[in-house]
Each structure stands twice: as C-alpha cells, then as structure tokens.
C-alpha cells in the first residue's frame, strides 16, 4: 500500500487551496492512503479545515512556537522524522513547497520530481521541462521514498465534506538555530488571489507606468478579476513581484486569461498554458501572443480596455 | 568574508525554441547555441559585487558537464571570477548528484556563500541549491531578490507567492537568486583575453568520489499539446459578444 503524505501550507489561518490540488493529485495514485501534515505554532485552524477535505485520512499537526514561521531548514527535519511512516511525500509547487521539498529529498537521500503534472503509476509522473515545451515522463525506484512537489494548476482542488481524525504529534528533533525569520511585505488585497481566481487580467510592458495599471485594476474589479503581469511589468516596477506570471512567477490556470499588452514570450506562455480561455489584446497582429490566444484583438489597449470595462459593465 | 563559490550550469540559450525529438528520447540539441543558465548568471554577478565592495575577496565559478562546459566557465572567468572548476563527465548529472559534487568541492574549498541560480532552465527542477544546503547542514535562502552581508550573516530578501519575505541567515549559507536581484554586466574583449589566462581546473567524479547515478529515469519526451488556433475580432463589442456567448464574463 502507498502511504502519501502531504505537506499542507497555510498561514496560520487558512490553509493555502494548493493543499487540497496535492490531495487530489495524490489520490491519482491508487491504492493510495492520504495523510496531511500541518506544521506552526497553533494548527488548530488549519488541521480542521484540511481534515475536511475529502479523501483524506488522516491530519497530523506539529506545534511549536519555531514552526511559526516557514522556514525550510526549521521544516525539513521534522518531515524526515515524520518521512518514516510514508513512502510518498508530497508539498505544493508554490514557493513554499518548492524552498522546502528538496530539502527534504536530499536528507532523505532521495530524488524529486519538481511540478509534477499527471500521475501515471504510484511511481511514474508527467513533468514539463524547458519552460514546459518538453514533457517529460519519470519513474523512480518504488524501493526509494519519492518527494513530489504538485503542479497546481494542473489539478483541480479536491473537494470538501470529508471528516480525517486529527492527531497531534510531537517529534523529539532538534531544530537549527542558523536561520531566522525577520519578517515579510505582502500586498494585501480585496482582489480574488491570482493562483486560485476563475479570472485573470493581465498587463506587459506596454503599460508603461504604474500609474497606468490602474486601469487594469479597475476594469479587474468590474468583472471581479486577479490582476497578474509580465516579467517586463515587474522588472520595470508597473506592478510588484507576486504578480508575475510565468516559468518563473506564477503558473496559473483562470477559466478565462486576458493578456494586454504582453508579447507573448514563451516564459510568459508556459505561465498560462492551462488557462481555459485566452483573450489576447495587442496592437501587433504579428505578436506571438495570438498564436495561443482563443480570442485576440488587435489595437491600442488605452482605447480598448476603457471601453471593455464600459461594455462589460452593461 | 573570503570566499564565494558560483555553481553554474551549461543549458540550451533561453532564446532557443526547443524542438522534441520525433522518437520522443529527449530534445534536439545538435548545434543548438548553449549559454550559462540566466540565473547563474545572475548569482555571479551578485558574488562579483560582493566581492568589489570588500577586500581580498575570491570568487570560484564551478560547473559540471562535458569537455564544451569550459566555454561558459571561461565566460564566468571573464565577468571577473577569479578562477574556475569543470567537473567533467558525459553522464546526465541529477541535482542530487549535482549536490553531491558541489558538496565535496565546498568540502575543499571551504568558501563563506554558496550562490546558484533558482532553477536551471532546461530541467526546471529548482532543487540543488535547497539539496546542497540540506546535506552541507548549512541554511538556505533561495529566491533572494536582495541580498546583504554584516558580520558573519546574510539578510537575504526572498521573492515568495505572497509577495516579498526577508531572513538571516548564519555565514556559510547557500543562497540561490531570483531574476531581480542585479542585472549581470557584459564582457568586455579585454577582459576576454585576460580570462584566457586566468586558471580552470578540470577534475572529475571519480577524484571527487561522487558517483552518477540514475535515480529518476527518463521513460520519454513529448511536446506540450497545442493549443487550438483562435478566433480575431474586430472591435470590443464584437469581444464582448464572443465572451458573453462562451459565458465568461
Ligand atoms: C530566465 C528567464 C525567465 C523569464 N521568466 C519570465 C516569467 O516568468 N514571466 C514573464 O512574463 N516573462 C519572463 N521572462 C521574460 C520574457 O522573455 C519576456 O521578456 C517578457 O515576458 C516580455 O514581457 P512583455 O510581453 O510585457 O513585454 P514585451 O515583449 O516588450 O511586449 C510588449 C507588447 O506590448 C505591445 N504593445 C505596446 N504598446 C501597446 C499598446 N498601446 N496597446 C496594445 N499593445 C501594445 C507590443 O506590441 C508588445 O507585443 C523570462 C526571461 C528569462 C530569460
């Protein structure tokens, strides 16, 4: 039998809906048994909300006051101790699961697969590679301990109602005192969040200031919409990191995308690739932006996006 | 502060479009233009200026991969690494292994900050860096965006999902950097020549007494599917029309 465990990621208050991906990536793996672990200082909360997550079995909660912040190297030995039980250990492909799992893997002694996309076998994984124009297909050593971390966007949330007992562990592991968390700016939003929303406007270069992502902002809030941006956008500082969307940023899968003034790189595309709808609008016809885009109009997005968000608004 | 080490990785020139081979056993690499991986880049250029604001500070750029691997180190000698180590060998190097040889270079050449790149972009995987510090037993700070040393410490400036986190870790400590943390500089011709002169050492797995193995097997390559071709229209009412039609707004 595969006992997968997974690493579920939360803030304290909420658990991420990345976990939920993970669980139901997990229980592709058949004849799988599907435990949780949350680690902070009080899990209360979150070990509620994972335990009711169908398909789970079980949520196991560490508590100390060092687990209040995510740090990898505060993390990791505690899963290895916990790794014993279990022959899958799986984290989210966010950048929590993506700092903390290869840890993990490497004092385990064993390989990862990173973003792992489809489930083929208990040891056999799709994953893309080359900014996802190559997918590859792995298989590990059954004998080994596999370390995934979840392409999210490639799984939908599994669904609630389930009801896993909820255990508290406490783990005799000595943690390191060589890294220390100082503390964090996010941006704090009303907006819904870029990895989980249905709809995503998102703007390029062309924007050409701050000031003028604004107007993305607005008609985002019209139709109830995550904002994102392209490397560009945010390197030129229109728009702050955790908007990125790309190999490197955030990959996303919106039921419906709407790319403005974005060229369509293939870093940006493999960011996208999973959206259901891709609306394109550029002033370059030839932009490769339209080779993907499902609707694409071609103009000046400073005509264009007022009016959209006049038209939409009817 | 004495000594910085960069691990850089030979990949495919991200410019590149890459192309599966039709009997799905990898990507076509035959004349490809290959360059070091943008983030290594990136993690010398930071270990380059840490190194013009202090005092008697080296840097080693280290790599693993064929005989051709000496092209990008010798470019890494020319932005201004002081000297350079190709672990050579033909096999496909996992990022454990990866992690494995760097570990016994560290073990050798004792240096203060480990910088790699956040991820390689061929396989993607973003994991030596987090595996070399796990096994050293040493911190980690990937995705650094900022990065500042003081006394035996790095404040290091993390690009996470929610936005920006800062840590401190204790020195040594592996850090892999994230696209916004500099911007690397050109070579200069001269500085081309002076790099012909500068030493590269080549060793191997065997003197390093790593072995590599094949712990994920590659069972096959596949292109991405395609997406189908789209529709244009012509002005927003016709857009707002197509939307409203598939339900999306
Ligand atoms: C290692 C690496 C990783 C990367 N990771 C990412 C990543 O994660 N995400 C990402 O996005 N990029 C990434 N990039 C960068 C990527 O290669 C592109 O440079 C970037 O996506 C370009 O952003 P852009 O489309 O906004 O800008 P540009 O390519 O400059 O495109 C701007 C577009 O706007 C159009 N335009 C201009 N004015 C108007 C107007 N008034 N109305 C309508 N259209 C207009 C232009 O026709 C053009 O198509 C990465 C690059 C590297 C090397």
Redesign the interface.
């Known amino acids: 039998m595969h006992k997968i465990l997974i690493v579920g990621e939360h803030?304290g208050k909420n658990l991420n809906p990345a976990t939920a991906k993970c669980v139901h990536c997990a229980a592709g793996i058949s004849g799988g048994e599907i435990t949780i672990v949350v680690l902070g200082a009080d899990t209360a909360a979150v070990a509620g909300q994972a335990a009711a997550i169908a398909g789970v079995k079980s949520v196991l909660r560490v508590d100390r006051p060092e687990n209040q912040h995510p740090?990898?190297?505060i993390f990791?030995p505690q899963l290895v101790a916990l790794a014993t039980d279990f022959t899958h250990i799986f984290g989210p492909s966010?950048?929590?699961g993506?700092?903390?799992?290869?840890?993990?893997?490497?004092?385990l002694?064993?390989?990862?697969?990173?973003?792992l996309m489809a489930v083929e076998g208990s040891h056999?994984f799709k994953r893309?590679?080359?900014?996802?124009?190559?997918?590859?297909?792995?298989?590990?050593?059954p004998a080994?301990k596999l370390v995934a971390t979840v392409r999210v966007a490639s799984f939908e949330a599994a669904k609630g109602g389930g009801s896993a007992t909820v255990e508290s562990k406490s783990l005799s592991v000595a943690l390191?005192s060589?890294?220390?968390?100082?503390?964090?700016?996010?941006?704090s939003t009303d907006r819904p969040d870029l990895?989980t929303a249905k709809?995503v406007v998102s703007g390029g270069r062309a924007l050409g200031s701050a000031e003028n992502f604004k107007l993305l902002f607005s008609f985002a809030d019209k139709?109830g919409a995550a904002v994102g941006a392209s490397?560009a956008a945010?390197?030129a500082g229109y728009a702050?990191?955790?908007m990125q969307v790309g190999?490197?940023g955030?990959i996303i899968s919106p039921?419906?995308y709407i790319a403005i003034g974005i060229s369509g790189a293939?870093?940006h595309l493999t960011g996208i690739?999973d959206a259901r709808?891709?609306?394109a609008i550029n002033k370059d016809g030839e932009a490769p932006i339209?080779?993907?885009?499902?609707?694409?109009?071609?103009?000046d997005l400073f005509q264009?996006v007022p009016?959209?968000e006049r038209?939409?608004g009817g | 502060m004495q000594k910085i080490m960069v691990c850089i990785k030979r990949v495919v020139d991200y410019n590149v479009r890459i192309r599966v081979k039709p009997d799905g056993t990898g990507v076509m690499l035959d004349g490809v233009k290959m360059s070091i991986n943008p983030f290594d880049e990136i993690a010398l250029e930071e270990a380059l200026r840490i190194k013009e604001r202090g005092t008697n500070i080296e840097v080693v750029a280290v790599s693993i991969g064929v005989t051709d691997t000496q092209q990008q180190l010798r470019t890494a000698l020319a932005m201004g690494a002081d000297r350079a180590i190709l672990v050579q060998t033909d096999a496909a190097v996992e990022p454990l292994t990866a992690a494995q040889i760097f570990l016994a270079l560290a073990k050798k050449e004792n240096p203060d900050l480990i910088f790699l790149g956040k991820q390689a972009i061929d396989d993607d995987a973003n994991q030596t860096g987090q595996m070399l510090a796990a096994i050293w037993d040493r911190p980690q700070a990937t995705y650094a965006s900022k990065v500042e040393i003081a006394a035996g410490k790095a404040s290091v400036t993390r690009e996470i999902d929610a936005g920006l986190e800062t840590i401190e870790v204790d020195l040594p400590a592996v850090v892999t950097v994230d696209l916004r943390l500099n911007e690397p500089r050109y070579v200069k011709l001269p500085d081309i020549m002076k790099a012909k002169k500068k030493p590269l050492d080549v060793t191997s797995l065997d003197a390093l007494g790593v072995s590599a193995g094949v712990l994920l097997k590659v069972i096959k390559t596949e292109p991405p599917p395609q997406r189908q071709k789209g529709v244009m229209v012509k002005d927003v009412a016709e857009l707002v029309d197509v939307l409203k039609k598939k339900g999306l707004i």
Do not use: W
């Open positions: 803030d740090l990898a190297a990791a966010t950048s929590f993506k700092d903390l799992m290869p840890r993990v893997a490497a004092l002694g064993v390989p990862q697969v990173s973003d056999r893309p590679t080359y900014a996802g124009n190559a997918i590859v297909t792995v298989e590990a050593e080994r390191p060589h890294t220390r968390y100082i503390g964090a700016k996010t941006g990895q709809r139709i490397r945010v390197d702050p990191n955790e190999q490197t955030k039921d419906i293939i870093q690739k709808t891709i609306v339209f080779e993907v885009a499902d609707v694409g109009l071609v103009g264009i009016e959209f038209l939409v």
